[in-house]
């Protein structure tokens, strides 16, 4: 098993910026990458952004040029740096962990952090 924590959520103006970060625990070894994803209600949730472990990145079109992931696999962590940001960034922020094998993926999830952005 995975544990997942975020951290960095807050209140901001809109063009402003946002840090978040997200910790993982336990079975870490196993962990083939790491993403953030967000929700807001009534709708489905949605990537942001991933990093596998050999360093590709995937962004939503509407995170390119503006949100950077990294992660720091020796501390298990991975961030999210969101700048210019926009009041339909507004959204809870999912962190997410997952593991490939031969015949299955698991998915592991945060409890989420509120990002809020005042426009």
């Known amino acids: 098993q995975v544990q997942l924590v975020e951290s960095g959520g807050g209140l901001v103006q809109a063009g402003g910026s946002l840090r978040l970060s997200c910790a993982a625990s336990?079975?870490?070894?196993?962990?083939?990458?790491m993403g953030w994803y967000r929700q807001t209600p009534g709708k489905q949730r949605e990537l942001v952004a991933t990093?596998?472990?050999?360093?590709?990145?995937n962004y939503a079109d509407s995170a390119k040029g503006r949100f950077a992931i990294s992660r720091d696999s020796a501390k298990n962590t991975v961030n999210l740096q969101m700048n210019s940001l926009k009041s339909e960034d507004t959204a809870v922020y999912y962190c997410?962990?997952?593991?490939?094998?031969?015949?299955?993926?698991?998915?592991?999830w945060g409890q989420g952090t509120q990002v809020t952005v005042s426009s």
């Open positions: 990093i596998s472990n050999d360093g590709t990145t």
């Open positions: 997410n962990a997952w593991r490939i094998g031969q015949f299955y993926r698991n998915n592991y």
């Open positions: 336990g079975s870490t070894f196993s962990i083939s990458g």
